[in-house]
T-cell receptor, first 111, second 121 residues
Framework: SQQGEEDPQALSIQEGENATMNCSYKTSINNLQWYRQNSGRGLVHLILIRSNEREKHSGRLRVTLDTSKKSSSLLITASRAADTASYFCATDENRDDKIIFGKGTRLHILP | GAVVSQHPSRVICKSGTSVKIECRSLDFQATTMFWYRQFPKQSLMLMATSNEGSKATYEQGVEKDKFLINHASLTLSTLTVTSAHPEDSSFYIC?????????????????FGPGTRLTVL
């Protein structure tokens, strides 16, 4: 099953610009997580935001969560070439033990 | 953070053979591990939940007789793709839930292995 829907599916921006990705989900959750995956590689955990949190920061990353709209956004500020990757949101569907991933956003940072 | 390893990282096999993939939690005990499959340019799809000492729980549409899961110890889960066919070629990723999670309902981040790329000829 697939819980989250990322928007946009693909995004190309100039280096130095900010990148915003959105994620929507369907069920109640305990938390939402964002992951990065470089092409053909494993996942890198970026940030976890709990259902009682509205915003969280980590370095150049800013994540928001709106449980009333069942949506989250990931903002990467001052993008770099190394940020080129696929980004996935993941939720504990129905507050279950397992994590379900969204379809992902492919981010490409242009030099 | 906690470290999860997978072995092998890459495997090529002939159609009809079986392939075993290992997932290990290196510095913590994981009572629950998860197996995902990822096709090119797609997201991760959960295949099954592996529980130490009991049978795995498979997601709808995943054939349990084809994808055998064994979680024999608190640090090791294995996925065996039996009678592999070219359509089974994929990136298989395991994960283990953080040991810091106080209860299953209060899920914390999961730690993912680096993945195993399976190519069936």
């Amino acid at each position: 099953s697939q819980q989250g829907e990322e928007d946009p599916q693909a995004l190309s921006i100039q280096e130095g610009e900010n990148a915003t990705m959105n994620c929507s989900y369907k069920t109640s959750i305990n938390n939402l997580q964002w992951y990065r995956q470089n092409s053909g590689r494993g996942l890198v955990h970026l940030i976890l935001i709990r259902s009682n949190e509205r915003e969280k920061h980590s370095g150049r990353l800013r994540v928001t969560l709106d449980t009333s709209k069942k949506s989250s956004s990931l903002l990467i500020t001052a993008s770099r070439a190394a940020d080129t990757a696929s980004y996935f949101c993941a939720t504990d569907e129905n507050r279950d033990d397992k994590i379900i991933f969204g379809k992902g956003t492919r981010l490409h940072i242009l030099p | 953070g906690a470290v999860v390893s997978q072995h092998p990282s890459r495997v090529i096999c002939k159609s009809g053979t079986s392939v075993k993939i290992e997932c290990r939690s290196l510095d913590f005990q994981a009572t629950t591990m998860f197996w995902y499959r990822q096709f090119p340019k797609q997201s991760l799809m959960l295949m099954a939940t592996s529980n130490e000492g009991s049978k795995a729980t498979y997601e709808q549409g995943v054939e349990k007789d084809k994808f055998l899961i064994n979680h024999a110890s608190l640090t090791l889960s294995t996925l065996t793709v039996t009678s592999a066919h070219p359509e089974d070629s994929s990136f298989y990723i395991c994960s283990a839930r953080s040991p810091l999670a106080p209860t299953p309902a209060y899920n914390s981040e999961q730690f993912f292995g680096p993945g195993t790329r399976l190519t069936v000829l």
